[in-house]
Structure formats: C-alpha cells, structure tokens
C-alpha cells in the first residue's frame, strides 16, 4: 500500500498518528454500510479506505425500483416510500477492491423489479472487469425474475462458486413455493465453469429448448421442477451433483402429480447420493417417493408442510433391510424429525410439525415392532417416549446403544432388561445451550432398571449433562461416565 502523508488539521492529526494499515485491520470487521462512511469522514480516511482492497470485497446492493407494470396502490411493498437503489455506489466500489475475490449480495424490496436497473448492474460490473473475480452472489428478493435480469446484463462469472436467490417469507408460505418466475432464469450464454453450490427459491430450472445449459462442477442444487423435462436437463447439466433439494410446488404446477418421470431419467438420478423434498403435502407426498426417493440411495429425506401429516412417508423403512437406527428427536415442540439408517448406511429420514406426533404415533409404533424391532442397534428418542418404544412385550435383542435426547430419565420406572439383554451404552442429550441438572439418584435409578441383575453397562456418556450428587453411586451399574 501506497504511504499516505501526514495531514496536518486539528481534525485528523490524532486519527493520522496510526499507521495506515492498523486503521484497515480494524476496518475490515465493520459492516458495508459503516465502510462506506468511515472513507466519508476525514481527508486522511478516505485517503485509506479507498486504498485499502479488503474493505471493498463484500458489496451489498438494494433496490426499490419497480417495473412499469408495479402498480402502487396493488404492489404494497412500495407504496410507503420512494424507489431507491444504490446502484451507482456499487459500481464506483468494484475496482477498489484490487484483485480480490467479490461477494455480491443483492436486497431487491419490489414485487415487480426494475429490469433496466438490474441489468445495468450487470453490465456496469462486467465493463469494469469485477465480473471475473465475482465468487458468490446472494439475493433475497420478492421478484422471482431478479436473478435472470442481473445474468441478462452479464456473459461470465469464471469464478463463481456459489449462487443464491431466496424469496422473501411473505413468498414462501409453509415450505411450499407460491410464486414462480415462469421464464427460466438461465439461458445457457453465462459462463459458470466453477459452480459449486446454486439454491434458486422460486426460479425454475431450464428446459431442453434453451440451449445448452452445463454446470461441470456444481455439487450442490436446491430448486423447484414444473414439469419433468426440467428434471432431465438439469441431471444432464450436472454431471458431479451429490446434493439435490427440491422445493416443492403448489397446485398451478404444469407438473401432474400423478405422472412419473422417465426410467432413463430415474436412472441419471441414482447417482445423486443425497435428495431431499421440501414443502410437501398430503397431495405432493407420494409424487416426491416415486420420482426421487430410489431404492438404493444413500441419503433421502422429506419435509412436510405444517398442516400436513406424514402418511406415505411412514413406510420409507420398510424397503431398508436390517434397520440398525432408529432416531425421533423434537428440534422445538414444533417441528420433529424421524431417521432410519440401515446396516448400508442408507438413511431415509421426515421432518414434520411435532403437533402430528400423536396422529401418526400408532403406525409409527406398528411399523418398528414390525421391521425395526429385531435389528436396531441405535435408539434415539425423548424420554416420555422411552415406554413405547422399550417396552417388556417387545424385545430389542440387538440394541447396544440407547440414547434419550432430553435427557427425562423419569419414565424409565419398571425392570426393563429384558427388553435390552444386549444393550452397552446410555447416552444422556441435553437440550439448552446451559447444562442440564440431573440428580445422581435418578439416573442410578434408570440404570438399575436397564441393567441385568448383577449386570453392568460398559459406559455412560453424557452431552450437556451436570450430575447432581456423588457420580460413585454409578459404579454399580457402568464401567466408564
């Protein structure tokens, strides 16, 4: 870096005393905005920040504009204040960051954006060359169609790596899209040969009839299908893709439910080891399992939509054979995971609102002592739930390893080794960023009940877990805490 003189006002005499690089080093922590005003504040500031490259690599644009068709009275977002957009700014910040690496992030607040505005950004970024250094660019948008006007301006982004485009919450209602850019939002004539990772939250995903569409590198998709012509160009595009996230569509889909993609395109898709399907409802349920759960792969998951309550989806596990874990954990009294994973280490797991639990608890119950009972050697659940799934009626002749993810150990009241005549390891999970107090005797308690008379488990492991009382108590029932 260039040195600076020595300015010699009452104003900056004390700021000019650090040294030039000290001033960048503090700099770099403050967000876009206070950069912006720190080069504003004193001759010999500006003179520092404008050359100082790593403050001016992480640009955040807005916009306001609307198009034309935004009708104020209709379009709600604007009719409060007039539209702005720091467009200009932006642009006259590219070169200051030298040869650096850019991260774009665009906050586009108009149901009808501002095409023109969009896509002199882009132009504005390739003609000064930023284009080329551009590694990631994340939009959060009402309009669907931002991401299309600002490629439409650009022609390459050599080394991008990671693409988002994310509808405001207002635009994405339970899980499921609502609104959908019908054009697609690539049209094959942007160079983006490093790729990694692209999530388009309301685009759609090319068709055959745009051209050439390829994305060598990418490994990591999140996006929505409307039809499964798209489903084809997409496993064409993305020939390393290990990650797949389909965002699921509502009713005004081109897509029937009822229709299957083709066998050479189920095929393409075996060799995406993990897909997951959000948003979807009892109509969307069995669609989601035919086209992209498959037999043999690695990693496959659903993820309902508030109302909806897991149906199909309960049976996932019966195609796995030898289930050896069975995992029910309630991330919030809200939301609730279930995962199987099988001696392969093929995984099929369903997120869904924890206020269907009790509606879908019976075939839950029914379908492990059907085809989990025998196998499981991993068994995670709430301790409430402890007496359903452990119970004397069913044995669990292989379990080794029982893990309660709240760490209740209070239902565990009755003899219950012969349940568990294997079982090794009890895990205690707990559930708030502070540890949870457990009392000695309790946990003494629950360990007499699942040991054999005499017997002892090997170890005690716990995660977020204070013992209240003298832990010799435990050496009675465990070898290792």
């Given at each position: 870096?260039?040195?600076?003189?020595?300015?010699?006002?009452?104003?900056?005499?004390?700021?000019?005393?650090?040294?030039?690089?000290?001033?960048?080093?503090?700099?770099?922590?403050?967000?876009?905005?206070?950069?912006?005003?720190?080069?504003?504040?004193?001759?010999?500031?500006?003179?520092?920040?404008?050359?100082?490259?790593?403050?001016?690599?992480?640009?955040?644009?807005?916009?306001?504009?609307?198009?034309?068709?935004?009708?104020?009275?209709?379009?709600?977002?604007?009719?409060?204040?007039?539209?702005?957009?720091?467009?200009?700014?932006?642009?006259?910040?590219?070169?200051?960051?030298?040869?650096?690496?850019?991260?774009?992030?665009?906050?586009?607040?108009?149901?009808?954006?501002?095409?023109?505005?969009?896509?002199?950004?882009?132009?504005?970024?390739?003609?000064?060359?930023?284009?080329?250094?551009?590694?990631?660019?994340?939009?959060?948008?009402?309009?669907?169609?931002?991401?299309?006007?600002?490629?439409?301006?650009?022609?390459?982004?050599?080394?991008?790596?990671?693409?988002?485009?994310?509808?405001?919450?207002?635009?994405?209602?339970?899980?499921?899209?609502?609104?959908?850019?019908?054009?697609?939002?690539?049209?094959?004539?942007?160079?983006?040969?490093?790729?990694?990772?692209?999530?388009?939250?309301?685009?759609?995903?090319?068709?055959?009839?745009?051209?050439?569409?390829?994305?060598?590198?990418?490994?990591?998709?999140?996006?929505?299908?409307?039809?499964?012509?798209?489903?084809?160009?997409?496993?064409?595009?993305?020939?390393?893709?290990?990650?797949?996230?389909?965002?699921?569509?509502?009713?005004?889909?081109?897509?029937?439910?009822?229709?299957?993609?083709?066998?050479?395109?189920?095929?393409?898709?075996?060799?995406?080891?993990?897909?997951?399907?959000?948003?979807?409802?009892?109509?969307?349920?069995?669609?989601?399992?035919?086209?992209?759960?498959?037999?043999?792969?690695?990693?496959?998951?659903?993820?309902?939509?508030?109302?909806?309550?897991?149906?199909?989806?309960?049976?996932?596990?019966?195609?796995?054979?030898?289930?050896?874990?069975?995992?029910?954990?309630?991330?919030?009294?809200?939301?609730?995971?279930?995962?199987?994973?099988?001696?392969?280490?093929?995984?099929?797991?369903?997120?869904?609102?924890?206020?269907?639990?009790?509606?879908?608890?019976?075939?839950?119950?029914?379908?492990?002592?059907?085809?989990?009972?025998?196998?499981?050697?991993?068994l995670m659940v709430p301790g409430a739930y402890i007496p359903a799934f452990v119970t004397l009626d069913?044995?669990?002749?292989?379990?080794?390893?029982?893990?309660?993810?709240?760490?209740?150990?209070?239902?565990?009241?009755?003899?219950?080794?012969?349940?568990?005549?294997?079982?090794?390891?009890?895990?205690?999970?707990?559930?708030?960023?502070?540890?949870?107090?457990?009392?000695?005797?309790?946990?003494?308690?629950?360990?007499?009940?699942?040991?054999?008379?005499?017997?002892?488990?090997?170890?005690?492991?716990?995660?977020?877990?204070?013992?209240?009382?003298?832990?010799?108590?435990?050496?009675?029932?465990?070898?290792?805490?």
């Amino acid at each position: 870096m260039a040195n600076h003189s020595i300015y010699r006002d009452a104003n900056s005499s004390a700021m000019s005393r650090l040294p030039s690089e000290l001033w960048c080093a503090i700099w770099e922590y403050l967000p876009f905005d206070d950069c912006v005003a720190v080069s504003h504040v004193c001759r010999y500031w500006r003179d520092v920040a404008v050359h100082c490259p790593s403050l001016w690599t992480e640009l955040e644009f807005f916009s306001s504009s609307r198009a034309a068709e935004c009708e104020r009275e209709r379009c709600f977002t604007c009719a409060s204040a007039p539209p702005l957009t720091n467009m200009r700014l932006i642009l006259a910040l590219a070169p200051r960051s030298g040869a650096l690496p850019l991260r774009l992030s665009l906050f586009v607040d108009s149901e009808h954006a501002d095409r023109t505005v969009l896509e002199q950004l882009g132009a504005g970024l390739t003609m000064c060359g930023a284009n080329e250094r551009i590694a990631s660019i994340e939009a959060t948008v009402r309009d669907p169609s931002v991401l299309r006007f600002l490629l439409g301006g650009m022609k390459r982004l050599p080394a991008l790596t990671t693409l988002v485009s994310e509808l405001m919450d207002l635009s994405y209602v339970y899980g499921s899209i609502r609104r959908l850019d019908l054009e697609p939002w690539y049209d094959g004539e942007v160079e983006m040969p490093v790729l990694e990772s692209l999530t388009l939250v309301g685009s759609l995903w090319p068709r055959r009839d745009v051209g050439t569409v390829t994305f060598p590198s990418l490994q990591d998709l999140t996006c929505s299908f409307s039809c499964p012509d798209e489903v084809a160009t997409m496993v064409n595009a993305c020939s390393d893709l290990m990650e797949l996230h389909v965002l699921a569509f509502d009713s005004s889909s081109s897509w029937r439910l009822e229709n299957r993609l083709e066998p050479s395109t189920l095929s393409e898709l075996d060799r995406i080891s993990s897909i997951h399907v959000s948003g979807v409802t009892p109509f969307s349920e069995q669609w989601a399992i035919d086209n992209f759960c498959g037999s043999t792969r690695q990693d496959f998951g659903l993820q309902y939509a508030e109302h909806a309550v897991p149906h199909h989806g309960l049976h996932l596990g019966l195609e796995l054979p030898d289930i050896e874990l069975l995992a029910l954990t309630f991330a919030s009294p809200t939301r609730a995971a279930l995962t199987l994973q099988s001696a392969r280490g093929i995984r099929r797991t369903l997120l869904f609102s924890g206020q269907h639990f009790t509606a879908i608890s019976g075939a839950l119950m029914e379908i492990f002592t059907r085809t989990c009972a025998r196998s499981v050697k991993v068994l995670m659940v709430p301790g409430a739930y402890i007496p359903a799934f452990v119970t004397l009626d069913v044995v669990l002749p292989m379990l080794e390893m029982l893990i309660i993810a709240d760490a209740d150990m209070h239902a565990i009241a009755q003899p219950l080794d012969c349940a568990v005549p294997n079982l090794k390891v009890l895990q205690l999970n707990g559930v708030d960023e502070m540890p949870t107090v457990l009392k000695v005797d309790v946990v003494a308690a629950a360990l007499e009940c699942l040991c054999r008379e005499g017997g002892r488990l090997e170890k005690l492991v716990l995660c977020g877990i204070d013992l209240d009382g003298d832990a010799a108590a435990l050496e009675k029932y465990v070898d290792f805490v």
